[in-house]
């Protein structure tokens, strides 16, 4: 059975530019890009789960 999984993304944008960060897909055994972001928890709001997820991306630039 396939899951429904929320996620919450967030862009950020300097100069025409994005900030991307890189995911790896084991199934197809490719590496592709894209914005930061996670899954949402039961009980958590998509802005807060925003934030948590920039919090933790931006901590391992």
Avoid: W
């Avoid at 914005?35 to 925003?50: D, K, M, N, Y």
Wanted: hydrophobic fraction near 35%.
């Amino acid at each position: 059975m396939t899951k429904i999984r929320a996620k919450s993304v967030c862009v950020f944008r300097h100069q025409n530019k994005i900030l991307l960060t890189e995911g790896y897909d084991p199934t197809k055994n490719e590496h592709y890009l894209i914005p930061l972001g996670g899954g949402i928890e039961f009980g958590e709001t998509s802005e807060r789960a925003a934030i948590c997820s920039g919090q933790v991306n931006l901590a391992t630039i």
